[in-house]
């Protein structure tokens, strides 16, 4: 494996782990202000991965059906979203500011059910990093290492967010700050083994590669409108959340045009 792959894979991993490491320099946790402003701003780097590093290059990987190319991208934005709904139904998990679990009854402490919730949306995550790199490897024309890298510093940049928001809750409902970052780091590594195990099953994947573009494409923007939106207007109403998903979003278009 190609050592930029290798970097690549990592970024996303490297992002949640710095974020995690705030709860060792902020004493304490986040205000709802600042926490909805973070997750407007992760949620606009993932539409705007989704749209310009997914989904339109999936569009242009079928581009001998003509007409028709549309058909696999759709196709595997529907499997993307289905596959993320089964996870919510199968996967006891508590999204943040919220009481109720999720999924099946479980006996789960509400500290590792937070911690699910996390790790269930960097799944896809990873997915759509390892497809690409996938794509990259396979020598496919349509795929740069710098657009690889556009995407995976993108999801490294919303994680950073991500890791800060997972471990400082945590901090505050009273557990000490070495495990807090350990549960905010443990949430980022499903990133790498996903992306590693997609990597790993290039062979399989080049073929099918519009299909699972988009299907990463489906699954970061089912987590964007079933978690972050809401999150990210919990509360007093504000336009905070809204201008943070503009300004992630605008960062994200400038990556990948810029690097890929």
């Given at each position: ?8 894979v ?12 705030c ?15 973070l997750t ?12 310009w590093?997914?989904l ?39 999204h ?5 679990p ?15 919730a ?8 990873g ?40 471990s400082m809750?945590l ?55 079933e ?8 509360g007093?109403?504000?336009n ?21």
């Open positions: 494996m190609q050592i930029e792959v290798i970097q690549g990592l970024i996303p991993f490297a992002g949640t782990t710095l974020g995690a490491a709860v060792f320099f902020m004493k304490s946790a986040l205000s709802q202000m600042v926490q909805r402003t407007g701003f992760a949620a606009g780097v993932m539409v705007a991965a989704s749209i590093s997914l339109l290059p999936a569009i242009e990987e079928a581009s001998a059906m003509g007409a028709w190319a549309f058909l696999p991208a759709v196709i595997g934005f529907w499997i993307g979203n289905l596959f993320l709904l089964l996870l919510d139904h199968i996967v006891p998990h508590l943040r500011d919220s009481e109720r999720e999924g099946p009854k479980s006996a789960l402490k509400r500290t590792t059910m937070l911690v699910f996390v790790t269930l949306h960097n799944i896809p995550e997915m759509a990093v390892g497809v690409v790199f996938a794509g990259f490897l396979a020598g496919d024309e349509m795929i740069t290492i710098a657009g690889a890298m556009a995407l995976a510093l993108g999801i490294a940049i919303q994680n950073f967010p991500e890791g800060a928001i997972i809750p901090r505050a409902e009273g557990i000490k700050k070495s495990r807090a970052f350990l549960y905010g780091v443990l949430s980022g590594m499903v990133e790498p083994m996903a992306a590693v195990l997609t990597i790993l099953a290039a062979g399989f994947i080049v073929p099918f590669l519009p299909y699972l573009l988009s299907f990463a494409a489906g699954a970061m923007l089912y987590v964007v409108v978690e972050l939106i809401p999150e990210m207007s919990a007093e109403h504000s905070l959340g809204v201008l943070s998903f503009a300004a992630g979003f605008t960062v994200m278009l400038a990556l990948d045009v810029a690097l890929g």
